[in-house]
């Protein structure tokens, strides 16, 4: 893709998504989140009723009386997208391939922080981490995170959350909000994750196509694996190669599903096939109104 059509494209997504963060995710952007931490203020004497827990003894120790320290809710938020760069994403048989969704998905997190004041950033992954671009705020920037999910040629072909969750745990010390968008296809990221949702609110947005869970009958098809580059002929005019087939896709999405459930992780299911805007959406609101439900 030249520089010429990732302009072209990131301008479509950003006139396509402005909407939508305007009128459906504004809102409830900052609602969504879970202990987005606070920050200190200041000193003040201690008034009856007062949590005692709060007390500066330090302060208290050289004035001769209480006080108890202020604090107030952060006001920003740091937002970073951990994006899937892999083979498998560049698969795609209907509207999009899933990088593309994932990079559109990535827009409208941008653009939400962005609108909101919030520093967001990048970090692209395929079997290595192939880049990392550090959360800053404005518009230019996050223009700049599109354009780089956008134009990403990743070197490696395979698979490696479990690297790119423990490189984010060191470039990002302090605790953010981070979109995984990834289809998941990996088998060794559950201690990673974990140590990573311990410290961080993590959200995974899992891509995926049609036809990873549904083989139309076409008779003899020769097929690769993105990841591998391994070749294979499927008999897809066998009933039972469809069935297996199908099976092991469901299999493959509960496992992914048990492994984010386990670490607390909310998920939220995206399909090249299918508008995302509205499950976006919704997904938020949910998320709002049980985090409101968890404060009260």
Do not use: C
Not at 40 to 60: H, K, L, M, Q, T
Not at 72 to 92: A, H, N, P
Not at 229 to 236: E, F, N, S, W
């Amino acid at each position: 893709m030249t520089a010429r059509e990732v302009l072209r494209r990131v301008r479509r997504i950003e006139i396509r998504t402005r909407r939508l963060v305007e009128e459906s995710l504004a809102g409830s952007y900052h609602s969504v989140f879970k202990g987005r931490g606070m920050e200190f203020a200041e000193v003040r004497e201690y008034e009856p009723g007062d949590d005692v827990r709060s007390i500066d003894w330090n302060v208290s120790a050289r004035m001769g009386h209480p006080f108890v320290k202020k604090f107030t809710e952060e006001r920003e938020l740091t937002v970073m997208l951990v994006v899937d760069g892999s083979g498998s994403q560049r698969f795609g048989t209907a509207e999009s391939t899933k990088l593309q969704l994932a990079a559109e998905i990535s827009a409208i997190l941008a653009f939400s922080a962005i609108r909101n004041g919030d520093r967001v950033g990048l970090l692209l992954f395929s079997d290595r981490v192939e880049r990392f671009v550090s959360p800053r705020k404005g518009r230019e920037h996050g223009l700049r995170v599109i354009r780089e999910v956008l134009a990403f040629e990743p070197e490696g072909r395979g698979t490696d959350l479990g690297r790119a969750l423990t490189v984010l745990q060191r470039v990002v010390p302090k605790r953010a909000v981070v979109f995984v968008v990834s289809d998941f296809q990996d088998d060794a990221f559950e201690r990673p994750l974990r140590v990573a949702a311990r410290k961080h609110d993590v959200v995974a947005l899992r891509t995926s196509d049609p036809r990873e869970r549904d083989l139309p009958p076409l008779g003899l098809v020769a097929a690769f694996d993105p990841e591998t580059g391994a070749a294979v002929l499927i008999d897809t005019g066998s009933r039972r190669v469809r069935s297996a087939y199908a099976h092991r896709a469901v299999a493959l999405r509960l496992r992914a599903a048990e492994v984010l459930g386990r670490a607390g992780v909310d998920l939220l299911e995206l399909d090249t096939a299918e508008p995302f805007d509205r499950a976006l959406v919704r997904f938020f609101r949910e998320r709002a109104r049980r985090v409101a439900r968890a404060a009260g």
